[in-house]
């Protein structure tokens, strides 16, 4: 069971975003688009989740994304966007009660009232479900989201078809210590048959966590693999405009990207 | 379940979650509603009315004059009748706008339905007359009514047709669009008001500011079936609002179709609001402090949100008539006036003392 994405195009007025950029992620696995500003990531994974017009075709487990219901659609993936808004004075508890509007048929759980309990437990959450979303700092209200996210696909794999995660770089405003809780709680979805796709800035965390990478730069796919393959000094620096070089420092088996600028402190 | 079981509901319940809450205000909502209705009735010019005496008479448990009987049932009904039905559909209609909206600022007004009902009302009380012959006799007393109800439909469409493009219907289009359109109707409506006669310009004045006072149980019975199945549908939008508070985009992540669900919303709102506009003109206040007032106690989930409207909405909009009734006796206000001065200053404060909460 995969994700799969066709010769993906999409142009915004006259801007070529995309430019028949492929891309496929199995179950089971992690999967990471990375690439500089402007590149094409967090398009890519929109036009995966279907918040724009693309050429292409996308398949999620067998599925065509454009013209499967809504519903249906929603039993087996969730999104977690960039920055999320909520309007309303929503408590956390409510919040992620949102997240399982599409209903009893996604999850196995007779307690659904438990799920937003054990999800809000794992990122770091209990005790804050009567607090108002507004009152919540952004990293804690990514969490919350992350929550709200989490009950929608509770279990990775449901009656033998697998879910799916959409990350929109979901760690870009936590502190070190939640980077990696977020990146394990996804890490382990995979591990238990689901599929995570990420679009990730952080490129160690990328080589930490990834099964397979995709990097993109000026709307088209510069190489996609595993991250020894892909996240390479010549790869890196043309693509991010800047002298990047790796490593691979023991124990750590992936590959270490550090910047090589000319300037910094001390030179 | 009683009040005191509801309260202690109230208590246990787990943190964050204000369904309990809701629940008990429920059941403190409906009892107000009751006695609101019982003190509506028993209100009025004529004193000495044996108000249970024939309200039980009315549905055959015992005697009551024929005085009281056409008091109560004739007169003073359809006018609580009317108050009941138009503020449970301002209020709902309300929240289903700020939910749609996704701003606790929205207004039927700002869908244009208020302004075109009332240009279509201002548009039958001036030009009624060069209508020919036989539209006036199979309309009747109606053609306010009707010209009304046309008028804030056609808005609405209008304005959807607009903000619509590629099946996909732009909220914000939408809002901007009905400012454009109650620009524009305003002018027209100001241009027949200028050619309005003296008697006639009396009638749009208190047409514009609203009043259950000339209820009558025909005009009642023909807005009653489109309000009620406004409000029955109403519910069944509840998640889908719910969801609708995180976004569009998000909503549609998780299982929301979102373009059917606007539509629905949409015409909900057009065909009960333009019913009530028909019925008892312009009431302003009631679709914005309702919904407000309760998200504040109860939280933001729809599902006891538009219900608990519904009954305060009611409430409100007879607590007016009430102060409209006895503010001036023996004539009496146009309840607008009521509803604005009330809920302008409530609404500020409101608004002042939640300004953190309020932002989203």
Redesign the interface.
Known sequence: MQVIAKDISVQFGGFQALNKVSFQAKAGTFSTIVGPNGSGKTTLLRAM???LAYEGDISMNGLPARST???E???IR??L?QS???????????LVR??L???LS?TQTDNLEALVHLALNKVGLSGY????V?ELSGGQRQRAQLARVLV?VWEPILNGQPRWLFLDEPVSALDIGHQLLIMQIAREFAEAGGGVVAVMHDLNLTAMFSDQVTLLAQGECVASGAPKEVLTDLNLSTSYGCALRTNTPPPFEGPWILPQAAQWRGH | MNLATAYKATLSAPAGDRRAKAAFVRLGLIALLILSILLSLGWGAAGDTDVIGALLAGVGIGEASLRDMTIIWDIRMPRVATGVLVGASLAVAGAVMQGLFRNPLADPGLVGVSAGAGFGAVAAIVLGGLLPFFILDLVGSYLVTFAAFLGGWASTLLLYGVATRGGHTSVATMLLAGIALGALTGALTGFIVYLATDDQLRDLTFWGMGSIAGSTWPKFFAAAPIIAAALIAAPFLARSLDALALGESVASHIGIDTQKMKRIAIMTVAASVGASVSITGGIGFIGIVVPHLLRLVQGPEHKNLLPNCALLGAIVLLVADMIARVIVAPAELPIGIITAVLGGPFFLWILLRNRGVLDM
């Not at chain 1, 999320?84 to 409510?94: G, H, M």
């Not at chain 1, 479900?129 to 108002?132: A, F, N």
Request: glycine letters at 12%.
């Open positions: 989740t279907g918040d219901k809504t519903l659609l929603a039993q969730a999104v966007p999320s808004t909520i309007a309303f004075p929503f408590t956390v508890l409510e949102l997240g509007t599409a209903g996604s479900e009567g607090h108002l507004q929608q």
